[in-house]
């Protein structure tokens, strides 16, 4: 993999995108940071893509979806507060990139992904990296993994008009879930906290993310 590019500036640039995108935005979780500087994120997209994977933006990872923008994915693990010992469920595996941190950062991972070519793709570069502790489906997430449920912590990496009802079912008492809420072009990250059986939320930065595409999210991927 990666011909051309030595490991060593892969490791620079890492270093360089923590310092220059990710810091001075006000990222602080201390172990936000260090996973974001180990994940090898340039594995998790296209090798014609490899000297662009610390750039600050969002890239394409086939079927029409997309790898997120490395502060987004900082930002919306720092707002799920893990500590180490958490279960989390993850909708819209994508590439994987984002479920790598969460591993760094969490005791075990369930992601659900709608597209069997980037499951199984995204599967094979954790494997090849050494998670064990991710668990994979093809599903519609939005439906939640209802037989590993609770979950301390729930991570939607797509658009949604509103939180999924069996997300926030799934959430344990006192869980965090975070999400892109909002219509299909844009929208802001909302965290959640499921207090007495109710979600409390609070409204975060504006983004925007390919569709979530499911029962209880959009009917369809027209964009
Ligand atoms: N977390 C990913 C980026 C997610 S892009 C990463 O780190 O690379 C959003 C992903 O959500 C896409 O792969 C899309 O296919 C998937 N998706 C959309 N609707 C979904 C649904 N209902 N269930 C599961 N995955 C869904």
Known sequence: MSEGI??????RLREWMVADQLVPRGVKDPRVLRAMEKVPRHLFVDESLQDKAYDDMALPVGESQTISQ???VAVMTELLELRGGEKVLEIGTGSGYQAAILAELAAEVYTVERIRSLSERAEQTL??????DIHFR?????LGWPEAAPFERVLITAGAPEIPEPLA????????LVAPVGDRFAQQLIKAKKLQGRLSKEYHTPCVFVPLVGEHGWKDDNR
């Open 169 to 176: 079912e799934q959430l344990s008492e006192g869980g965090i």
């Open 138 to 142: 093809v599903a519609d997430g939005t």
């Open 70 to 72: 490395p502060y987004i």
């Open 127 to 132: 494997r090849y990296l050494g998670y064990a």
């Open 6 to 11: 030595p490991t060593a500036a892969f490791q």
